[in-house]
């Protein structure tokens, strides 16, 4: 079968077609005829960064965490069924590697069925970052009907935080870029404020006391903590964590780690169902086949793209 990998890490141009051997999935797996793959910034940093990148694998590796396409086989144990059209996340750091391939093998926990209405490719760029926003919020631990802000908000992660806090009913304040703001608006933030140092002092200037936790989607680390209530917490999704306990004012860091959530069916479950409602709107930023993988890296690693390019097989 064909796939995207690399056999050293360093620009996009490492990124080439190779031949693999053709999986097939073990008990309590599934194998997908792969239609998509979503290209992430996780995919781009274990393409560029020789720590990322799995050294006890021989390569080529294969990037990708985010695949949707048609169920062609099943494993013993597995309530899924040949023909199923379904989402998947992946850890390309295993053994059999990432999402970037023509047949996918991976736990049936770690996808979802997607209803025919909704398109393959779309359904591709949600699994990894719904995945995140969803532990993100969770870890927030927000009281009902509290204030989160969110940095990124414009971006596929920064949107999914959103969207998602606003169908629980929380208060959003978001940033966004200059043209941007009636795009975040569009995902349900309630407060719009400019993107950049000044964000966090805007918070405060809306919020009384500052919010009661912040999603750090556009990974700051700690630049606008200030943004956020004494004794609140900033999720982050780079591993920053503050130096492993509470700040002066009791300011709690929470790495969200997706790689610890690829089996967490349910919340799969939960983000369909809140594409079918309408409350997360996938974008898709392009498409390209994998002769052009280094073209879909490049585009993403410029900066400013709005939904995910999805390599198509």
Do not use: C
């Not at 509290?146 to 990124?152: C, E, L």
């Amino acid at each position: 079968m064909r796939a995207v990998g690399l056999q050293e890490t360093g620009g996009p141009e490492v990124l080439t077609v190779v031949e693999l051997p053709e999986p097939e999935p073990g008990r309590g797996e599934v194998r997908i005829a792969v239609a998509g793959a979503a290209v992430n910034p996780t995919d781009t940093g274990l393409r560029a960064v020789p720590q990322m990148a799995p050294q006890d694998v021989p390569p080529p590796w294969v990037p990708g965490m985010d695949a949707a396409g048609v169920v062609d086989a099943v494993g013993e144990g597995v309530d899924l069924a040949v023909g199923d059209r379904v989402a998947a996340v992946v850890n390309p750091r295993r053994p059999k590697g990432g999402a970037y391939v023509e047949r996918l093998v991976v736990p049936a926990a770690s996808v979802v069925r997607v209803p025919d209405d909704v398109d393959l490719l779309a359904a591709s760029t949600l699994p990894m970052n719904g995945l995140t926003a969803v532990h993100a919020l969770r870890s927030l631990r927000l009281p009902e009907r509290g204030t989160v802000a969110v940095t990124g908000a414009a971006g596929t992660l920064g949107a999914y935080v959103v969207a998602l806090a606003h169908h629980a009913g929380h208060r959003v304040v978001a940033d966004a870029k200059e043209g941007e703001e009636d795009l975040v608006r569009s995902f349900g933030a309630d407060d719009v404020l400019p993107r950049g140092d000044g964000f966090a002092d805007a918070v405060r200037a809306l919020v009384p006391g500052g919010a009661d936790g912040l999603v750090d989607a556009a990974v700051t680390d700690d630049q606008h903590a200030a943004a956020v209530r004494d004794g609140g917490v900033v999720a982050t999704v780079r591993g920053y964590d503050g130096g492993g306990r509470p700040d002066a004012r009791g300011v709690r860091y929470a790495p969200v780690m997706v790689f610890e959530h690829l089996e967490d069916t349910a919340s799969l479950r939960e983000l369909v169902e809140r594409v079918v409602d309408g409350t997360l709107v996938l974008r898709v930023a392009g498409t390209v086949p994998p002769e052009r993988a280094a073209d879909a890296h490049r585009r993403l690693e410029a900066g400013g793209q709005r939904g995910r390019v999805v390599i198509t097989f």
